[in-house]
């Protein structure tokens, strides 16, 4: 899918799904987790399909990296990215569910829009907060703000090579090892937040 448009991802998708090639979709996967249902359910294998933000992989978002056993439970963070929400949320949002993996469910879901700005504040039932913004043409940093129990830390994107880098090497060894790389509830879990900070 070279398209930006993630509306016409199935389209695209569809033939080199029937045929069994594996393909590496652009993020986002779908802007519905509905939509990205409907490309899971055309696979003809697991894993066929390799979607994800390239951020997903960066260095600077990595636990270990992060220094995230110091913080102590995590409890909220505050994500920013900037440009608009459709092509750019998942930018944050996939590093920002990497890294907090919160568990249980979604428990609330509200978005504000003052254009360009757009911020969906969610909560999960296990007790974890988190803000995502996206700030449309003001310039801002691809960042997390982690608040823990022992302490708080922010974390920037930088290091876009390495991302990319590391992106593509994963692609290539779930096509060599026809394994899927990123379970599909994590990137569903993904895609409902696209959802929610859309309407």
Not at 172 to 182: D, M
Request: net charge negative; aromatic share 12%.
């Amino acid at each position: 899918g070279q398209s930006r448009d993630a509306e016409n991802h199935y389209e695209f998708a569809k033939s080199f799904l029937d045929a069994g090639i594996p393909i590496y979709i652009d993020k986002p996967l779908a802007l519905s987790v509905q939509e990205a249902q409907r490309l899971f359910d055309a696979q003809q294998y697991p894993g066929q399909i390799f979607t994800c933000s390239a951020i997903r992989y960066a260095r600077e978002f990595q636990a270990e990296e992060a220094g995230l056993p110091a913080l102590g439970k995590l409890r909220y963070i505050a994500a920013t990215v900037p440009k608009d929400w459709e092509k750019y949320a998942v930018h944050i949002i996939e590093p920002l569910l990497n890294i907090a993996k919160p568990s249980g469910e979604l428990s609330k879901a509200e978005n504000f829009r003052a254009d360009p700005v757009v911020t969906l504040n969610v909560a999960w039932s296990c007790g974890f907060h988190a803000t995502i913004t996206t700030l449309g043409d003001i310039p801002a940093p691809l960042a997390l703000r982690l608040v823990g129990e022992e302490g708080w830390k922010d974390l920037f994107f930088s290091d876009t090579f390495f991302a990319f880098k590391a992106a593509l090497q994963d692609f290539v060894s779930g096509v060599r090892e026809k394994s899927p790389r990123i379970d599909p509830v994590e990137t569903m879990a993904v895609v409902q937040l696209i959802e929610a900070g859309r309407y």
